[in-house]
């Protein structure tokens, strides 16, 4: 294995590519205990739908998901895990600072379902109008805010499995997630619901804020061309939406500052 890996990586550099290996932790053995492939320390950490993945996860990581399952095509699949499910899933997985691996199924012609097309059609249309809050960014001082976002609490532990999960499925509209652009001068927030009172506070960014020191300069709303009404308070960043939403899913909103 270490002469395959050394391999892996002496063609990568001629070729002039960056590569990672993925050390992943697979399901518990008899006695209960789950090991990573390699040694702790090797490789970028992967984590099979979360599992066993602790709430605060220190560096960079990646998670693999079957776009629905079970892993292989099979015939009347029910694809029971929707565009939604995994967007939602993507934009907490890039605000942890995670890579998100997601497989698809293909026939044993290896022709792609239809459905799964459908649902990546649907991710498509979302990152086109969102893509720069998950493209090239960085994990911000913290990954969210709202929705008991400070205990973690999409994640639970289930007995069954003897593991720690993330419940993607369960999601609250109160919920903002972060992510910053590689020259830190762009925060994005990602919102799960659309403010009823046409007002949102982001309560890390009030005056003062430990978070950022740094004068706002300008507000946007990813895909939409109105002008963005926001104050900053003792509260924290008020903002004003436009009528009209953006997307269905998560709108995010680009926050200028230093």
Request: a positive charge; glycine letters at 8%.
């Amino acid at each position: 294995m270490v002469d395959f890996l050394k391999r892996f990586y002496d063609n990568a550099e001629k070729q002039g590519k960056e590569v990672a290996l993925v050390n992943k932790l697979p399901g518990a053995d008899k006695s209960g205990l789950a090991r990573f492939n390699f040694p702790q320390g090797t490789g970028m950490r992967g984590y099979e739908n979360s599992r066993n993945m602790p709430p605060n996860n220190d560096g960079y990581w990646l998670w693999d998901r079957a776009i629905s399952y079970p892993w292989s095509y099979v015939l009347n699949k029910d694809y029971n895990l929707t565009s939604t499910n995994h967007l939602h899933s993507l934009i907490d997985i890039v605000a942890r600072g995670g890579v998100f691996f997601l497989s698809l199924t293909p026939k044993g012609d290896g022709t792609i379902p239809a459905e799964e097309k459908r649902i990546l059609a649907e991710m498509g249309d979302w990152l086109a109008v969102n893509g720069e809050a998950i493209y090239s960014t960085r994990r911000w001082d913290i990954p969210g805010e709202g929705g008991n976002y400070e205990k973690f609490s999409p994640y639970k532990y289930r007995e069954a499995r003897k593991g720690l999960w993330w419940d993607y499925k369960k999601t609250d509209p109160n919920r903002i997630s972060f992510t910053r652009s590689k020259d830190n001068k762009t925060l994005y927030a990602m919102i799960f619901g659309w403010p009823k009172s046409g007002k949102l506070i982001i309560e890390s960014l009030k005056q003062g804020s430990q978070y950022m020191a740094d004068d706002i300069n300008n507000v946007e709303l990813l895909g939409s061309k109105e002008k963005i009404e926001y104050k900053r308070t003792s509260k924290g960043l008020e903002i004003t939406f436009p009528k009209q939403k953006s997307c269905e899913v998560a709108c995010s909103i680009k926050i200028s500052h230093g």
